[in-house]
């Protein structure tokens, strides 16, 4: 079991910046994928980004690419998602999700998760 924590949202103006983090306490933090995704009212979750267990490997949506960065410190048991040049479609509940490293399934949908939390908030003011 992996118990995940998201902090960091929060409202700023478009084209300003935010990290989120996702603080994981259970099981070795370093032996799960860790993905963001997001959902805005009204729509369905989407997929953000994703970084492989040791952080050698990241994936990313095509609408964040270039603005959006996602890393991980297996040391202190948190991932991050920097967040850059945000725009008002940003705004969404931000989500991270683990699962085991050695799911082959695509990194992309939302059921190729095991573990969630709870969400932050990202409003962007245009």
């Known amino acids: 079991q992996v118990q995940l924590v998201e902090s960091g949202g929060g409202l700023v103006q478009a084209g300003g910046s935010l990290r989120l983090s996702c603080a994981a306490s259970?099981?070795?933090?370093?032996?799960?994928?860790l993905g963001w995704f997001r959902q805005a009212p009204g729509k369905e979750r989407e997929f953000v980004a994703a970084?492989?267990?040791?952080?050698?490997?990241?994936y990313y949506t095509d609408s964040v690419k270039g603005r959006f960065a996602i890393s991980r410190d297996n040391a202190k048991n948190t991932g991050y998602l920097q967040m850059n040049s945000l725009k008002s479609e940003d705004t969404a509940v931000y989500f991270c999700?683990?699962?085991?490293?050695?799911?082959?399934?695509?990194?992309?949908?939302?059921?190729?998760?095991?573990?969630w939390g709870q969400g932050t908030q990202v409003t962007v003011s245009s």
């Open positions: 999700a683990a699962r085991p490293q050695y799911y082959s399934d695509s990194v992309y949908y939302t059921k190729n998760y095991n573990y």
């Open positions: 259970g099981r070795t933090f370093s032996a799960y994928t």
């Open positions: 970084v492989t267990s040791s952080g050698g490997n990241t």
